[in-house]
T-cell receptor
Framework: NAGVTQTPKFRILKIGQSMTLQCAQD?????MYWYRQDPGMGLKLIYY???????DKGEVPNGYNVSRSTTEDFPLRLELAAPSQTSVYFC????????????FGPGTRLTVT | QKEVEQNSGPLSVPEGAIASLNCTYS??????FFWYRQYSGKSPELIMS????GDKEDGRFTAQLNKASQYVSLLIRDSQPSDSATYLC????????????FGAGTTVTVRA
């Protein structure tokens, strides 16, 4: 199993550009999450999903959108990128029936200039 | 939103010593508590979970929970240079609570 994969690893965006951060998991987990982590800070939840077709806002959803058309994929869309969105983005998944443990992807480092 | 506070770092300990990390949380209804380790430039990984008051030991790691005081701690015994990382405390409700609330983390450096 590849676990949780994220692409790209690094990206530089100009202000106002848009992009999609990809996240996929092959563990058949129902729950998936998007976090951002700013330097010296903990993880802030952006959006989460409890299954295909079901998404909900987390703590810091403004400027982002998500969709969950399949169990495996949970892309995060940035519209009109702003410098405040410079961060490291982590996707995670969890087997809702078994454990709390969230499995994290390797992260995407995004810079908006 | 649950608030989770961790003791500010960085924490520097000599090799072989005990590193002590503390975490307090605001929601008295919290049921589940976790410690994640994050190496620089890497993603977090779960190292300990605790659900009941008292101590839980796993190798050189001991998690301690006191729900009455809303306090959870992590002790790292016989600290090794490989323990140098940031440790994140995370809190949740019961298994139907979809979300974890994370603290800002405490960075530990183990001096050889």
């Amino acid at each position: 199993n590849a676990g949780v994969t994220q692409t790209p690893k690094f990206r530089i965006l100009k202000i106002g550009q848009s992009m999609t951060l990809q996240c996929a998991q092959d563990m058949n987990h129902n729950y998936m999450y998007w976090y951002r982590q700013d330097p010296g800070m903990g993880l802030k939840l952006i959006y989460y999903s409890v299954g295909a077709g079901i998404t909900d806002k987390g703590e810091v959803p403004n400027g982002y959108n998500v969709s969950r058309s399949t169990t495996e994929d949970f892309p995060l869309r940035l519209e009109l990128a702003a410098p405040s969105q410079t961060s490291v983005y982590f996707c995670a998944s969890r087997d809702s029936q078994v454990t709390y443990e969230q499995y994290f992807g390797p992260g995407t480092r995004l810079t908006v200039t | 939103q649950k608030e989770v506070e961790q003791n500010s770092g960085p924490l520097s300990v000599p090799e072989g010593a005990i590193a002590s990390l503390n975490c307090t949380y605001s929601d008295r209804g919290s049921q589940s508590f976790f410690w994640y380790r994050q190496y620089s430039g890497k993603s977090p990984e779960l190292i300990m979970s605790i659900y009941s008051n008292g101590d839980k030991e796993d190798g050189r790691f001991t998690a301690q929970l006191n729900k009455a005081s809303q306090y959870v701690s992590l002790l790292i015994r016989d600290s090794q240079p490989s323990d140098s990382a940031t440790y994140l405390c995370a809190v949740a409700g019961d298994l139907n609570d979809y979300k974890l609330s994370f603290g800002a983390g405490t960075t530990v450096t183990v001096r050889a």
